[in-house]
Structures are given as C-alpha cells and as structure tokens.
C-alpha cells in the first residue's frame, strides 16, 4: 500500500485565529516561498484594498459575512459603487495579473485563499 507524501493536517476554526491586529494568518505553506499556501484574510467593516494585482493565480472562498469584489475593467480604478457583494460560501477566481479590488463594506468579511508560492501583489494606484 502506498504511503502518503505528506502528513494529514486538521484544524478546527479556534485554532485559525488571528495573532492581535493582524489581518491575515497563515494556514498551511508560505505566500513568500515557492509551493502551495493557504492563508485566511479578515476585512473589518469599512477595510477595501486599492487597486492591484498578483503574479500568480489565487483562488478565494468567501468563510464569513461579505465579500466585496471589483474584478477586470471595474477593477482598475477604485471606485467602491462598482464592487459586487460576494456572500458566505462564494467562490472567486483571480487571474495571474487581474486587475482587482476588494473588501468588506458594512459587516466582518472573512476569506480563504489559495495560491502557489511565491507571489507578488503591486499596486496600480499609488498612494
């Protein structure tokens, strides 16, 4: 019988949280080093991110409350009436150097994302 590769990981949300005033943890892998990473982004009411984009693909599950997005020809210039409320359970696709925009308007948003390693975020408004 075959072995498996890696060691199973199992983890119950209590054991997600957030280090005192961070806005992102780690859940599996690093976004700075090369392979697969997990991580878990939690937007306070009124937190959106400015426009920009990242060198690698990023797959996104929307955990908790809404998320806002504002994606491809809405996503280069910020304009908050232009994002679409993705609610809990939602699935997003980012492309390798999407123009995007994102966040939570009225309630906590909580968000999974999935990428490859290492990744690199640029901004296309400077602020």
Not at 25 to 53: A, C, W
Not at 82 to 94: E, L, N, Q, R, Y
Request: hydrophobic residues 40%; proline residues 9%; charged residues 20%.
């Amino acid at each position: 019988m075959a072995q498996a590769h890696s060691p199973f990981v199992t983890l119950q949300p209590e054991n997600i949280a957030l280090a005192a005033g961070a806005t992102q943890t780690v859940i599996m892998g690093d976004p700075s080093k090369p392979g697969m990473y997990v991580v878990q982004n939690v937007f306070e009411p009124g937190r959106l991110s400015r426009p920009h984009f990242h060198d690698q693909d990023r797959y996104i599950t929307v955990v908790k409350g809404t998320w806002r997005v504002a994606m491809g020809a809405d996503g280069d210039t910020f304009n908050p009436d232009k994002m679409v409320p993705m609610k809990a359970g939602s699935f997003v696709f980012h492309p390798a150097f999407g123009h995007h925009y994102d966040g939570a308007k009225d309630d906590i948003a909580v968000v999974r994302i999935v990428g490859m390693g290492p990744i690199a975020t640029e901004l296309l408004e400077k602020p």
